[in-house]
């Protein structure tokens, strides 16, 4: 499966945006699908995950309850709302898709794609 995310952009602090991820390819019920970000001089980092069959979720704690991770397993995409975003969110924004429900570890994660730029201005 390849992933395409998308919806970033430039935002001033307090606001929202929604990323989206279009999967090309068949998507599989014990997948989980995540979020993740990187800014510049950091290291990937969890955001938010989904189990593609059932729809739990679970999230990072740095995220305080202010994003949101949702599907629409008929198009075959995973959302990430965003609300009162800060600057330190300002990061390159990715997906991708594990086995391994639960984990926040980049390196269990595969089908990474392109990233889309979220950018925050305070």
């Known amino acids: 499966v390849q992933l395409q995310a998308s919806g970033g952009g430039l935002v001033q602090a307090g606001g929202s945006l929604r990323l989206s991820c279009a999967a090309s390819g068949r998507i599989f019920s014990s997948w989980t699908m995540g979020w993740f970000r990187q800014a510049p001089g950091k290291e990937r980092e969890f955001v938010a995950g989904i189990r593609w069959s059932s729809g739990r979720t679970y999230y990072s704690d740095s995220i305080e309850g202010r994003f949101t991770i949702s599907r629409n397993n008929a198009k075959n995409t995973v959302y990430l709302q965003m609300n009162s975003l800060k600057p330190e969110d300002t990061a390159v924004y990715y997906c991708?898709?594990?086995?391994?429900?639960?984990?926040?570890?980049?390196?269990?994660?595969?089908?990474w794609g392109q990233g889309t730029q979220v950018t925050v201005s305070s």
């Open positions: 991708a898709r594990t086995t391994d429900w639960g984990t926040k570890a980049p390196p269990a994660f595969g089908s």
